[in-house]
């Protein structure tokens, strides 16, 4: 009985001394908060008892922790920042341990410590973000720290370092591309979700509100990046360093998809695709892998032929066979744009198309506006209502605007400059039909839609 008693009072003292330490590891942390919060020093002091004590209690020892080291380091400099950014590092590999669900990307966020606060070597900086890419690639998020892994392999390559080689440098490019691509369709189509709700009438609420503008914020910072990426490369892949280098290399790749794929993606966007060169690799391409990028690259091949119904037939096809709707769109797209040129109506058609799958793709709208505008003389029964068709255009580019953040300055421009071609407020009330103001004109000419004279 006397044994009972013992083990009955070890327990118990056990399941007194661990509430005793979650009641002190639950005031430390709630002390760190209000000081990380209030922007206090003291807020480092309760993480490192929290560190010590209580590592593995609540996940919101790291996020509030990760807050409190970065006061530090900018308080600091010289050898102390340095000291608060390798133990921020390892506070990364502490959070991984305890809570890996929430510490994932470990390597990549070492590395961006060392890039943001300029610690370290750009080679240690470089094997982190390798290490990272490599390895935990579905964990590497951050567009900041894929840019600065790109910029420094063409750095390297450019000063003659590890023997990198151009094909290298593209491989790298159109490695970090293809990861750019998936973050930027996980937010269109989120986006697109939410912009349907819209469409549909239907309010979004605050957190789905909050939600559309960081997905707005992630896609802008993936269109700067992209672009700053592209503006490296061209100056590495111009046509006619590109056509002779792909054109060395063809032979002992013409069984390879991915070799051709990427040989003509480039050749594409650098307008290299009039070259046979583009061509040659394109019918490769559909021979070993029958895709649907394949068949859009043949139909760029008839486009550069002129054979239209061919290049519209395999555009098609690929539109048909992509499962992927930023693809889908973006074919749509390059459909409406052959149209353009000849069959107003059957370019909107294919806007709208890239509409349909892709809500967000402002550039279809911008695409609208710009056959509304040029076709000023196709509606109408006088100036005023040929003129009034520039308001619809403007209208087109709001939506644009509205779709996609990026393009917000491109179809604000646009948009003045149609309003400012629209007639002025003096011909409204002025008109011979007396003040139009408010009043419908209908265009019933291939556009067949309204639009109501503005109020200026």
Not at 72 to 84: F, R, T, V
Not at 99 to 119: C, I, Q, T, W
Not at 223 to 233: E, H, K, N
Request: with cysteine; aromatic share 12%; hydrophobic share 35%.
């Amino acid at each position: 009985m006397k044994t009972k008693l013992s083990l009955l009072f070890v327990i118990a003292a056990g399941f007194f001394a661990q509430a005793q330490n979650n009641e002190a590891c639950t005031e430390t942390l709630s002390l760190m908060a209000s000081s990380v919060k209030a922007k206090d020093p003291a807020g480092y002091d309760y993480l490192t008892t929290l560190r010590k004590d209580c590592p593995s209690f609540d996940k919101r020892v790291y996020s509030y922790g990760e807050f409190a080291i970065k006061q530090k380091i900018d308080q600091a400099s010289g050898a102390e920042k340095e000291k608060y950014v390798r133990d921020l590092m390892k506070f990364y590999d502490e959070n991984y341990k305890y809570f890996p669900s929430e510490g994932a990307g470990v390597d990549m966020k070492k590395g961006l410590a060392l890039f943001n606060y300029k610690v370290g070597t750009k080679e240690e900086v470089f094997s982190l973000f390798d290490k990272a890419f490599t390895s935990d690639k579905a964990n590497f998020d951050s567009t900041r720290a894929l840019y600065a892994y790109f910029e420094i392999f063409v750095k390297d390559y450019e000063a003659g370092n590890k023997g990198i080689e151009l094909q290298q440098v593209f491989d790298k490019y159109d490695d970090i591309l293809e990861k750019l691509n998936g973050l930027e369709k996980e937010f269109s189509d989120a986006k697109d979700v939410l912009i349907s709700k819209e469409e549909s009438g239907q309010q979004l609420d605050s957190k789905e509100a909050k939600a559309k503008s960081r997905y707005e914020g992630n896609l802008e910072d993936i269109a700067t990046v992209t672009s700053s990426m592209d503006a490296i490369i061209v100056q590495l892949s111009t046509c006619d360093k590109l056509i002779p280098f792909y054109q060395k290399s063809f032979e002992q790749n013409k069984t390879n998809k991915v070799w051709l794929l990427r040989a003509a993606d480039r050749l594409e966007a650098k307008e290299c695709d009039g070259d046979p060169l583009f061509s040659k690799i394109s019918e490769a391409l559909l021979k070993v892998d029958p895709s649907a990028p394949a068949y859009e690259k043949q139909g760029i091949v008839e486009y550069q032929k002129k054979n239209i119904s061919k290049a519209v037939k395999y555009l098609n096809k690929a539109a048909e066979m992509y499962t992927d709707n930023s693809k889908k769109a973006n074919v749509y797209m390059k459909i409406a744009s052959i149209y353009s040129k000849s069959n107003k109506s059957q370019s909107r058609n294919y806007a709208k198309k890239a509409l349909a799958v892709k809500p967000s793709y402002g550039k279809a709208y911008l695409l609208i506006a710009q056959l509304y505008g040029s076709s000023i003389n196709d509606c109408g029964s006088d100036q005023f209502e040929k003129r009034a068709m520039y308001w619809l255009a403007a209208n087109y580019c709001d939506k644009a605007a509205a779709a996609d953040s990026s393009l917000k300055a491109t179809a604000a421009k646009m948009a003045a400059g149609y309003r400012a071609a629209a007639p002025s407020k003096t011909e409204i009330f002025s008109h011979p039909k007396g003040n139009m103001s408010g009043k419908r004109i209908a265009f019933d000419c291939w556009v067949g839609e309204s639009i109501t004279v503005p109020t200026l």
